[in-house]
């Protein structure tokens, strides 16, 4: 492959909702350039992109997957990423490292609630956008109301750049407005306006001469010295208001039957800038300052991993390369590990297909094999030159899943492919669970888990069920009360004795354990308070109620009796242990349940529905707010009520619907519904 500098490349990321081209549209940029000699298909499963096993089954994309363009001289780093919420992770990766995101929407559907989770992340890292209203040769096609669906939906100043010439089944091309002429069939050939669109492409091209005299001031004084601007100036300044967020291009595109994919192709060199062009990257230096340097081969070196894929034979490396010269054959330093890594033989990848290359330019994306320990978020630098770069943020896991291995082998082998999982995926989180003693998985929806399930048994070998988790209750108190526990035991030598007055009292739901002691006159000695403490600390583990850890109780011993041959440490941790759990059962104990804070985003005229079903949950209600055609409903629920909501959403608004939760507090289970809470507890204690 040819060898590309930093001015010579543009990272973009294509997003948008599930099924609106993204990846046939690379697809047919890669025919077209020659990198492939027949034109991919995702429903057949033959696309370049889609390379997973889960990715052919599914016909649809679950990771990212990078294509190297050339075109114009330029080598354009395409980053295709999944449209399925569940996979969001992927595309803020893949945002993390481009210069500019394109986003489909498809012209039947248009702006759909997945459309405006990836816009809102890209409008978050202020990226610069074209939109692309794809799929213009499906029937059905209107393109005002594709356009005015955008307009409605997303923010910005949306500038058409070209026309659509027909619709639908008559979809022949498009009117180029800044070169002023028309752009036919799947040849791409250039032809005069048709009549009657030449009013509509004046009154356009206006608006973007307008817009590019806006991007910079000197232009704005050409424009109106002149009356009017240079194409060169037009694209320059296009390119300035693209990359201030003043100005959003639209275009559209039927890259199935290739037309208007070169002027597409054409708009992404011209439009979207360099990585140099930029304000350069921002890193965290060895002394904990930050510090600033340009995107440059005489930066100090900062190679970013932004992405890890792990498969049987070993770890892939996803890299972003911000400063130096990243080379084949090298050692440098991992600043998020702190230890030397070696770095391989440097691959580009189109899909799954490596390209060995010497180098990598600052800017430039591309991929090693086996980089020791180092995995996603970490900085890779020269050691006399230490730098971090920020971590990419993802959203806190919204579903989960209880683990089970299915053999003795499995078990063997369950740590290690989840953490390969984790590595490879940073939306998925996995632990066990000190209250239900479960193995948790959790991420981003049904899908993501059990696509991560097939993964680990595909991938590496291991075998397990999933179950809804148990949800993981506390135990509490509510007054304060005494007790007393003497234990004695006598087996012919020397026995057993210990006897303690234990009181205990409630303190805030939240806190842990607290453990005083109000012996005077040395009633018991000071080791056998220790012991005592350690006992009561035992109890915490399972409580008396139903097995679930106790918090928010303070335990004070206040008296007992010692003998002088019988008692021993392990009889005061027994009398401790049993005496906290004969007072907590005097003391009003009742259950707690984690409560998560809700934020549901669905189309309006779902509102109603929402809200009924919230009511059905137990959730408090905190707000209502309205963004554009949207409802968001914001609410404090107990996660017993939210384990299948994901499923339950989506049937609710045909799939139009997204939430996000996390952790809040602990709250207390209210009494009608806690006695059948602890009678399964038992239940399922005495199966075990």
């Not at 354990?513 to 399972?542: H, N, W, Y």
């Amino acid at each position: 492959m040819k060898e590309f500098k930093t001015g010579q490349i543009r990272n973009i990321a294509l997003i948008s909702h599930n099924g609106a081209g993204k990846t046939t549209l690379v697809e047919r940029m890669l025919f077209n350039t020659g990198v492939t000699t027949r034109m991919g298909d995702v429903q057949s499963g033959t696309a370049a992109m889609d390379f997973e096993e889960e990715e052919i089954s599914r016909n649809s994309s679950i990771a990212t997957a990078l294509a190297p363009i050339e075109w114009k001289d330029t080598k354009v780093n395409v980053l295709d990423t999944p449209g399925y919420v569940d996979f969001i992770g992927e595309v803020n990766a893949a945002l993390a490292v481009a210069e500019g995101a394109v986003v489909l929407v498809e012209a039947v559907s248009g702006v759909e609630v997945g459309t405006e989770i990836v816009w809102g992340e890209a409008e978050r890292r202020n990226l610069p956008r074209l939109v692309v209203i794809n799929k213009m040769d499906r029937e059905n096609v209107r393109a005002s109301r594709a356009f005015q669906s955008i307009q409605d939906n997303l923010n910005g100043n949306f500038i058409p750049l070209q026309l659509p010439i027909g619709e639908g089944t008559n979809f022949k091309g498009v009117v180029d407005l800044l070169s002023m002429e028309a752009r036919l069939g799947e040849k791409d050939e250039r032809g005069p306006i048709p009549d009657d669109l030449a009013d509509a492409a004046e009154e356009a091209h206006l608006a973007i001469v307008e817009a590019a005299a806006e991007g910079d001031d000197a232009l704005m004084e050409k424009y109106f010295e002149d009356d009017g601007l240079s194409d060169e100036d037009i694209i320059r300044g296009l390119k300035l208001a693209i990359q201030q967020g003043s100005a959003i291009p639209v275009i559209y595109s039927a890259p199935q039957a290739n037309i208007a994919v070169v002027p597409l192709m054409n708009a992404l060199v011209r439009l979207f800038p360099a990585p140099n062009e930029n304000d350069g990257f921002s890193a965290t230096n060895a002394a904990g300052d930050e510090v600033i340097h340009p995107v440059d081969d005489s930066s100090p070196l900062a190679a970013f991993i932004f992405k890890t894929r792990e498969d049987p034979y070993g770890r892939m490396s996803y890299i972003r390369v911000y400063g130096g010269i990243l080379e084949s054959d090298s050692r440098i330093w991992d600043t998020l590990g702190d230890s030397e890594v070696r770095v391989g033989t440097l691959q580009v990848l189109t899909g799954k297909d490596q390209t060995a290359v010497a180098k990598l330019h600052s800017g430039d994306i591309g991929a090693v094999v086996k980089l020791g320990d180092a995995h996603t978020n970490a900085t890779l630098c020269d050691k006399g030159n230490k730098l971090q770069m920020a971590h990419i943020e993802q959203p806190n896991p919204i579903a989960q899943v209880a683990i089970h291995p299915v053999s003795q082998s499995d078990v063997a082998k369950l740590s290690q492919a989840l953490n390969r999982l984790t590595t490879e995926d940073t939306t998925l989180k996995w632990y066990t669970e000190t209250a239900t003693h479960e193995t948790i998985l959790s991420g981003m929806g049904n899908t993501h888990l059990d696509i991560a399930v097939k993964k680990a048994e595909s991938k590496f070998g291991v075998h397990f069920n999933t179950t809804i988790p148990k949800v993981p209750y506390r135990e509490t108190i509510t007054k304060t009360n005494s007790s007393e526990y003497t234990h004695k035991k006598q087996s012919g030598g020397a026995g057993q004795y210990a006897r303690v007055f234990l009181r205990v009292e409630s303190m805030d739901d939240d806190a842990e354990f607290e453990f005083g002691s109000e012996i005077f006159g040395g009633a018991i000695s000071a080791p056998f308070v220790a012991a005592t403490e350690k006992g009561c600390r035992q109890a915490l583990e399972s409580g008396p109620v139903a097995g679930f850890p106790v918090v928010g109780v303070k335990a004070i011993v206040y008296d007992g009796k010692e003998h002088p041959v019988d008692s021993k440490e392990i009889a005061f941790q027994t009398a401790g242990r049993e005496g906290f759990k004969k007072a907590m059962l005097g003391a009003g104990p009742v259950l707690l349940e984690p409560i998560y804070e809700v934020s549901v985003t669905v189309p309006s005229d779902n509102m109603g529905d929402i809200l009924g079903d919230m009511n059905t949950r137990r959730a408090r209600v905190l707000g209502m707010d309205q963004e554009g055609t949207k409802s968001i409903v914001k609410a404090e629920v107990p996660l017993a009520e939210m384990q299948t909501y994901t499923a339950d959403l989506r049937s609710m608004t045909q799939g139009r619907g997204v939430f996000g939760m996390k952790y809040l507090r602990y709250g207390r289970v209210p009494n009608h519904l806690q006695a059948d809470i602890i009678a399964k507890a038992k239940a399922a204690e005495e199966e075990n």
